[in-house]
């Protein structure tokens, strides 16, 4: 079972104007000389970790991570900030180029999980010429139906009554209707700072303790800027499909066929369900579809390491 390497610091670090007012806090580890790849976080608006570096073996790989607009340490922090406008999916898309121009880098491997698959995605079907190869964990498409399913009634609050009722504790009883993305969008953005909060920590704990295979009550941002950062940025591209036309990335796929490509799903995962995977697997044939049997939605579950570095090992060769 393969595992994650040992702990690393960067070798470089700084931040990069990207423009409408956005600076990047970005880093690079393993060896300088090595395969370029780049690690796209979760979220949007989960930022980066130090575990995260760890998918690289650092001898043979000089890898790129960065903290996406708004989160993390980039700013303005949308913890503070909450105006959003420029934030979007393509605006990424451009900032990834950026920083590939910045380190100097012709073409790169690119890695993303959940939301990190839709951008990476997103970024190889736009630049399919400065992918090398792509390693994507717990598809997420942002289409209309994944969204129902994990933020509305009907979907996996069936499955989790007891920690949906904390998801819609914010909610004032007479708003609970079909449309809680929205009900949860009045309070992040509205005038009152406690509430804001309240929401915050309800969206991010909704997902927080959903992502292992065994849910964990206790598992949850407990830092409010850290939370409305997080809530704000997801409900503000899921209030916005992403930015993304309903089935863009199965439709585009053609734009990617010749990009080598593993993808990595916990059988048990109930935030982005497993047919995420299988219709992105069966429009995109060439590629490699790996299901962890015993793993839910999280990266660093043993089944789905294992096969993300192994994936990523095998690349490199």
Known sequence: MRTL?????????????VGDGQRLYWEQVGNP????????????????????????????????LFDQRGCGRSTPHAGEDPDLSRNTTWKLVEDIEKLREHVGVDRWLVFGGS??????????????????????????????????W?????????????????????????????????????LLWGPDQAAAEASAFAWTGWEDRLIG?????????KDPRTALAFARIENWYFRNAAFLRENQLLEDVDKIRNIPGVIVHGRYDV???????????????????????????????????HHLVEAVDAFAE
């Open 271 to 305: 935030i982005c369900p497993v047919s995420n995977a299988w219709e992105l697997h069966k429009r995109w044939p060439e590629s490699k579809l790996f299901i962890s049997p015993r793993a839910g939605h999280a990266a660093f579950e043993a089944e789905n390491t």
């Open 150 to 186: 994990f933020y509305n009634p009907g979907g996996a609050s069936r499955i989790f009554p007891d920690l949906w009722e904390e998801y819609l504790a914010p909610i004032p009883e007479e708003a609970r209707g079909n449309n809680l993305i929205e009900e949860h969008a009045r």
């Open 33 to 64: 000389a090595g395969k370029p790849a780049v690690f796209l976080h979760g979220g949007p608006g989960g930022g980066i970790n130090p575990k995260q570096r760890q998918f690289f073996d650092p001898k043979r790989y000089n890898a790129l």
């Open 213 to 221: 295979l065994v849910a964990d009550p206790d598992d949850r941002v």
């Open 5 to 17: 390497y040992p702990e690393i610091e960067p070798f470089a670090s700084g931040f990069l104007e």
């Open 115 to 148: 939301w990190g698959s839709t951008l990476a995605l997103s970024y190889a079907q736009t630049h399919p010429e400065r992918v090398s190869e792509l390693v994507l964990r717990g598809i997420f498409l942002c289409r209309e139906e994944e969204l129902n």
